[in-house]
């Protein structure tokens, strides 16, 4: 479903130019679950915004659902890829109701349709409908607040979902519970889903496929089995034992 063919992506500024991926081929199969995993800085994130269009790669090129994307086809595309972005990143001024509606109002949908929507969509996160629908983020935890941007990020039913470090930076208490979350929605919502962790253990729980990543480049994707059992290099081996 998505391919990435040869990614390198630089960043050049005032401090120099750094190699942020350095030419990355991945292939992403539909209904897969595949985790990028690695120490900070070494890409992950900038490998979810590669597929979903908000970088554009300096070499290679981006396929999703075989067609390459480029300025004219992106934005549709990019309707089909829910973002749940690192850190929630909820609009501040949005009430939650409003944060999950965003792109449905940018479109034009049916405000019944939409809130309905929204209705069913809190409920599959967890959250209580009346409690949190017009709370604006600031009074939501943190957990509460991930659960927010994965409903976001499913409001239009896309067949794709890239979600970065989406239960980062929580308690190991709430973390499991939504941990066990997505393991359930996984199994519901059969999509292809991409998502970034730092976190091994996370990985090989819900992932079907890891791609361990290492200064801009994967140095092994594989089941979880397999790289527990023949890592493929010294940086994998060690990776294991932290
Ligand atoms: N807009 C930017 N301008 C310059 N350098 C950038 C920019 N965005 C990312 N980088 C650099 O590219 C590298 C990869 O960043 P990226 O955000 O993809 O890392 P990451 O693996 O997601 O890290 P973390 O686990 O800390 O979130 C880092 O060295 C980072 O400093
Ligand atoms: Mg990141």
Redesign the pocket.
């Known amino acids: 479903m998505i391919h990435l063919q040869g990614i390198t992506?630089v960043?050049?500024?005032p401090?120099g130019v750094?190699?942020?991926?350095n030419d990355l081929s991945l292939r992403i199969r539909d209904g897969e679950t595949l985790a990028?995993v690695?120490?900070?800085?070494?890409?992950?994130?900038?490998?979810?915004?590669i597929i979903n269009g908000l970088?554009r790669p300096t070499r290679g090129a981006v396929f999703f659902d075989g067609e390459r994307l480029d300025a004219s086809n992106v934005f549709a595309a990019r309707l089909r890829m829910g973002y749940v972005i690192?850190g929630a990143a909820l609009f501040p001024h949005l009430t939650v109701r409003e944060n999950i509606a965003v792109m449905a109002k940018i479109l034009g949908l049916p405000k019944a349709q939409t809130a309905e929507r929204i209705s069913r969509l809190l409920t599959l996160v967890g959250l209580d409908e009346k409690r949190f629908a017009d709370q604006y983020p600031l009074a939501l935890s943190g957990g509460e607040q991930q659960r927010v941007g994965v409903a976001r990020a499913l409001m239009l039913d896309p067949p794709c979902l890239l979600m970065?470090?989406p239960f980062?930076a929580l308690d190991v208490i709430t973390r499991h519970q939504l941990q066990n979350d997505f393991a359930r929605l996984k199994q519901k919502l059969k999509k292809t889903v991409v998502f970034?962790t730092?976190d091994l253990e996370e990985a090989f729980k819900l992932a079907d496929r890891v791609a361990v990543?290492h200064q801009?480049k994967i140095m092994q994707v594989d089941a979880p089995e397999k790289i527990r059992n023949q890592p493929a290099n010294d940086f994998v081996r060690e990776f294991l034992r932290l």
């Open positions: 992506l960043f050049s500024g401090a750094v190699c942020a991926i990028l690695g120490t900070s800085g070494c890409g992950k994130s900038s490998t979810l915004k970088l690192q970065d470090e980062g970034v730092h990543m801009g």
